[in-house]
């Protein structure tokens, strides 16, 4: 069965910081790859996908993520956070594209001024 | 509309009633999947509709829920007998079959049992 962890539950960051949140799945085949964002009382809005090609994807709000099929790991990066990334992102898992996703438990990112 | 619409956003119910959560999808997209967000957790896959048919019902996680797509395009997940442990976020989403088309989530319903 496939699983994602991801392994903070919480991270704080100053603005203007980097910030990196980790991802690791479990599944048997090649997976498809996505980070969600979901902001307090809203659904959960994709920031990038990973199916194939390229293992570094880029992503809307200046997200980027690199696969690491060694390391079975989809980390998620930014280079400078702005206060409104403070949000909760979650990391899932599919055997397809339009397949059921299995999520990660999130990571809830609060931004220092 | 232009996203995935769920009606209602908040919804209270007395243990032991009968609820109806509804959701419209993006125009023309075959598929629908449910999913349950429990407070503080990630989704949980419920179940999945191509059209019409219910062909995953895997995550429902008792008879006393039902999911229903009747016409391919709407989609009705309804819980009877609703106990305290229902109470969570109800996610639905939609995707095109057509290419490596990812999932497009609604807002929610939130349900509170009391």
Redesign the interface.
């Known amino acids: 069965a496939q699983s994602?962890t991801q392994p903070d539950i919480h991270i704080t960051v100053s603005e203007g910081a980097s910030l990196e949140l980790r991802c690791n799945y479990s599944y048997g085949a090649t997976p498809?790859l996505?980070w969600?964002v979901q902001s307090p009382?809203?659904?959960?809005?994709?920031l990038l996908?990973y199916?194939s090609g390229d293992t570094l994807v880029q992503g809307i709000k200046g997200f980027e993520a690199e696969f690491k099929r060694s390391q079975s790991s989809f980390n998620l990066r930014k280079p400078s956070v702005h206060w409104s990334d403070a949000a909760e992102y979650?990391c899932?898992v599919g055997k397809?594209?339009?397949n059921?996703?299995?999520?990660?438990?999130?990571t809830r990112v609060l931004v220092k001024p | 509309g232009a996203g995935?619409s769920q009606s209602p956003r908040y919804k209270v119910a007395k243990r032991g009633q009968d609820v109806a959560l509804r959701c419209d999808p993006i125009s023309g997209h075959v598929?629908l999947?449910w999913?349950q967000q429990a407070l503080?957790?990630?989704?949980?896959?419920l179940t999945?509709f191509q059209n019409e048919a219910q062909l995953?019902k895997s995550?429902l996680p008792s008879d006393r829920f039902f999911a229903e797509r009747p016409e391919g395009s709407v989609s009705t997940l309804k819980i009877q007998r609703t106990q305290q442990e229902d109470s969570a976020v109800y996610?639905c989403?939609s995707?095109?079959?057509t290419?490596?088309?990812?999932?497009?989530?609604?807002?929610?319903t939130r349900l509170s049992i009391l």
């Open positions: 994602v498809y996505f969600y009382g809203q659904g959960l809005q994709l996908k199916f979650f899932a397809a594209a339009g059921k996703l299995t999520f990660g438990g999130g | 995935v598929s999947f999913y503080g957790q990630g989704p949980e896959f999945y995953d995550g996610l989403a995707s095109s079959e290419g490596k088309k990812p999932q497009h989530f609604g807002d929610g």
